[in-house]
Each structure stands twice: as C-alpha cells, then as structure tokens.
C-alpha cells in the first residue's frame, strides 16, 4: 500500500477552522484518500473519502490536489469534541493501513 | 452510519485461559469483517481479514493457531484468543464493511487484560 506522510500534532482553537495536511506522493490511481478519527479508548469513526474531487459532508472537508500527491482535511469550526487522532489512509480495497495519524487538540 | 458492536467491552483472564470476541454488525450485512489489535500509544495494527463462510486471511506475523477468526454469518465475527499470555494484552478493535467497499465501521473495541 501506498504510504502517507502527516505531522504528529495540530493544536486548535476552539470554534476555529482546522487544516490537516497529508502527504502521499506515491498513490496509484485507483487508491482512494481515506480520512477516519479515533477518540481516546474508542473505535475509528469514519470522517470522509474522496478519490479526484473535493469532497464535503456534515463532519469536514476533503481538498484534494490536483495531483492527487496530497489532500487536506478541514474542520471547518472545531470543538472539544474534534479532539482526537486523525488518520489519512490510502486504500483501493477493503483494506485499512492505519499510520501514526496527527494528534489534535483543541483548546476551549 | 451503521452500528458495529463488540463484547465484551472488557476482559481481564488469567494467563493460559481462551477468550472469545465477538463483533456484530446491528442493521446491515457484512461480508467482509476485519479484526485489528492496537497497543498503548500506537496506532491500530490489521490482524486479520473474516470472510463469511470462509477461512480467515491472516496479516504476515498473525499466529492464526493463535487468533482464531471465525465468520459463520453476515452480521457475527468471532476472534478467540486461545492460550493467552500477558503479552496478548491490547485492545481489539473490528470493523464491518458497508455497501460500499470505502466506508468502514468500527466497533467500540475490546479491552483484553491477561494477568
């Protein structure tokens, strides 16, 4: 699987947006950018996917590239809740590789 | 989303003793369900692959005589921990696959302690 490349940690204001980068230089083509969330003792939650085009839904945004060699992932107003470690995951299957992800944190 | 659950939430056996997982999946069918060990401060680490009445397909490095992975319907997987140790101490997470092969649901994880 392709890797992916993110910063250990984001610090956030409260109600502020947040911009989480993700770099995957070697994706293949028929990889899809995946993004999950996983709060402390919990289960991942699925955040969004996308594959070409930028992508919303209720919980953020998906900025893809047109190179398709990095995405962003943005919360557009961030609460306590946002809190928790962030994965960006390149998959063409059913198959998850999960990495270190980026640990945010908000600030009330 | 869909609802993926596991139980128990926790378990705390002695070491040599077997324990059973099972992860169901609430209001859909899965075909496809994937059990995942994570350690303290680490990410999440793919053990293994449950296809519905069929073998498990183990990660390089999975015990599968170990990790036994059992599948016998579309809504239940089950993962027996046999002859645990305390170095088998981690939380164990699965996760179903929807309609739709890019959207994964966890359950909320199994806590297993062996003393």
């Known amino acids: 699987d392709a890797k992916t490349t993110q910063p250990n940690s984001m610090e956030s204001n409260e109600e502020e947006p947040v911009h989480l980068p993700c770099n995957h230089s070697t994706i293949s083509g028929t990889d899809y950018i995946h993004w999950y969330r996983q709060l402390p003792s919990q289960g991942p939650e699925y955040v969004i996917h996308?594959?070409?085009s930028n992508v919303n839904n209720r919980m953020a945004s998906l900025a893809i590239a047109e190179d398709r060699k990095s995405s962003t992932l943005i919360l557009h107003r961030a609460t306590l809740r946002d809190a928790a470690v962030y994965y960006c995951i390149l998959s063409s299957d059913y198959k998850l590789s999960f990495g270190a992800g980026t640990t945010v944190t908000v600030r009330a | 989303g869909a609802v993926v659950s596991q139980h128990p939430s926790w378990v705390i056996c002695k070491s040599g003793t077997s324990v059973k997982i099972e992860c169901r999946s609430l209001?859909?069918?899965?075909?496809?369900m994937f059990w995942y060990r994570q350690f303290p401060k680490q990410s999440l680490m793919l053990m293994a692959t449950?296809?519905?009445?069929?073998?498990?397909?183990?990660e390089q490095g999975v015990e599968k005589d170990k990790f036994l992975i059992n599948h016998a319907s579309l809504t239940l997987s089950t993962l027996t921990v046999t002859s645990a140790h305390p170095e088998d101490s981690s939380f164990y997470i699965c996760?179903?696959?929807?309609?739709?092969?890019?959207?994964?649901?966890f359950g909320p994880g199994t806590r297993l302690t062996v003393l």
């Open positions: 209001d859909f069918q899965a075909t496809t």
């Open positions: 449950s296809n519905e009445g069929s073998k498990a397909t183990y």
């Open positions: 996308g594959l070409t």
């Open positions: 996760s179903a696959g929807g309609e739709s092969y890019n959207e994964q649901f």
